[in-house]
């Protein structure tokens, strides 16, 4: 091996351990404790909902159980130091997941609430300019609240569903295409 080679591959290992030592340094309960803040902000900010928070933090109590076991000689081997980062790290990767999977209490859905609002508008313009009678105005105004009512019903154990949204999406359509006809029918208000 030439002298250059064995210079580049000793400066490699010593940034590699440079490297790697502040990640071995920072204790497990660290760790944990940095995790466990993660789930809290992500219920208090509506990202998590109940059951992903609840199956995170089962993730998060096995791996303290796992280090208790593992610390009960008094010792913790490099095989079990390694198996419990693993651990760790698969327990962050889990977090950061749930916490970006738009489940969450406070999902955003601009777009139902947008659409919302412009259906009520399109019915106040109708009964403004006449072409809704004050009887349709009403039972288009009962479909806007049944949707809403719905989405409510949707997100109140914590999630919204590919499938809940697209149900709403076909609710929503269903009373725009009401709304165009019934604005553009015959009857008129008097």
């Known amino acids: 091996m030439t002298r250059h080679r064995t210079f580049v591959l000793t400066g490699s290992l010593i940034l590699?351990?440079?490297?790697?030592?502040p990640a071995l340094a920072q204790?497990?309960?660290?760790?944990?404790?940095?995790?466990?803040?993660?789930i809290s902000e992500g219920i208090r900010g509506g990202s998590l909902t109940?059951?992903?928070s609840a199956r995170l933090e089962r993730e998060e109590s096995a791996i303290a159980r796992k280090e208790q076991r593992f610390l009960a000689d008094g010792n913790l081997s490099p095989w079990?130091?390694?198996?419990?980062?693993?651990?760790?790290?698969?327990?962050?990767?889990?977090?950061?997941?749930?916490?970006?999977?738009?489940?969450?209490t406070m999902a955003p859905t601009p777009w139902v609430d947008g659409r919302l609002q412009n259906e009520q508008?399109?019915?106040?313009?109708g009964v403004g300019d006449g072409s809704l009678t004050a009887r349709e105005a009403r039972?288009?105004?009962?479909?806007?609240n049944r949707i809403a009512a719905e989405e409510q019903r949707f997100k109140s154990d914590g999630t919204f569903t590919p499938r809940e949204r697209q149900k709403t999406?076909?609710?929503?359509?269903?009373l725009s295409r009401q709304i165009y006809?019934?604005?553009h029918d015959d009857q008129r208000r008097r």
Do not use: C, K, P, Y
């Not at 079990?80 to 693993?86: A, H, N, P």
């Not at 508008?121 to 313009?125: H, P, V």
């Open 121 to 125: 508008r399109r019915i106040d313009a």
């Open 139 to 144: 039972r288009l105004q009962a479909g806007e």
């Open 27 to 38: 204790s497990v309960d660290d760790r944990l404790s940095n995790q466990a803040g993660r």
């Open 80 to 104: 079990e130091r390694r198996r419990l980062m693993r651990d760790e790290e698969r327990a962050s990767r889990d977090i950061w997941r749930e916490r970006h999977d738009n489940q969450g």
């Open 169 to 174: 999406i076909h609710d929503e359509n269903r």
């Open 16 to 21: 590699g351990l440079g490297l790697v030592a």
């Open 181 to 183: 006809r019934q604005r």
């Open 50 to 52: 109940a059951r992903e």
